[in-house]
């Protein structure tokens, strides 16, 4: 026999509870927790932890309050949890992402979407809205942007005339011959070099590039 994915829903709103409880009770596969109280004591909550595979709420403190149990590989995140008829707020949906909350359903959600969102959870997978998506999309890649510009600053702490000089060293460039590309004195470029060296702490000129290679893979 199949076995069902047991949902308990959690919210202050009695309508909301009864009503979830309806559109799920009659779901395929799923089953609604035998409790639909307004706040979950901590000790039923403790007895449910090994029965309840999704817990449905439309808070995110509610969730909290309540003393759920935690994700089995990250004790900092919640188990799986789906918040409904949530604003579409970037704000509220980064931090219930930042606690591990694995669904986002909207107000507007239909509830074949929520069924749908409970349903992903219990597979382990997240579901939000796809305008949503593009606020996590864009935020991992600020988040790498901003990495690599503070990377940048502290690459080797070289100047920006000495970063200007590795391609120009790579191509076997003689100090001389970089000068003259550069409208500057030999000496000059030999005393870059020179701290070039130091900085990357390599003894040959032609190891600089690839030390700086080597640093820009890592990031």
Request: glycine share 4%; net charge positive; proline share 3%.
């Amino acid at each position: 026999m199949e076995k069902k994915t047991t949902v308990s829903i959690l919210s202050k709103n009695r309508l909301l509870r009864e009503s979830l409880a309806r559109i799920l009770t009659n779901k395929h596969g799923l089953e609604v927790a035998d409790y639909s109280c307004s706040s979950l004591p901590i000790a039923n909550a403790s007895r449910q932890r090994d029965t309840v595979d999704v817990w449905v709420s439309d808070s995110l403190q509610c969730l909290t309050d309540n003393g759920l149990p935690r994700h089995a590989d990250h004790p900092d995140r919640l188990a799986r949890c789906v918040l409904v008829a949530m604003p579409d707020d970037p704000a509220q949906f980064m931090n219930a992402v930042r606690l591990g909350v694995l669904g986002y359903v909207l107000q507007e959600a239909s509830a074949s979407d929520v069924v749908s969102a409970i349903r992903s959870a219990a597979q382990d997978e997240a579901v939000c809205p796809g305008r949503l998506t593009r606020v996590l999309f864009d935020f991992v890649a600020a988040q790498k942007n901003r990495s690599n510009a503070n990377r940048e600053r502290k690459q080797f702490r070289l100047t920006r005339r000495e970063r200007q000089l590795v391609p120009l060293v790579e191509r076997g460039l003689t100090n001389k011959e970089i000068a003259a590309a550069l409208s500057v004195s030999e000496q000059t470029i030999k005393s870059h070099i020179h701290r070039m060296l130091r900085k990357v702490g390599v003894e040959d000129r032609l190891s600089i590039s690839a030390a700086c290679e080597d640093e820009q893979a890592s990031v």
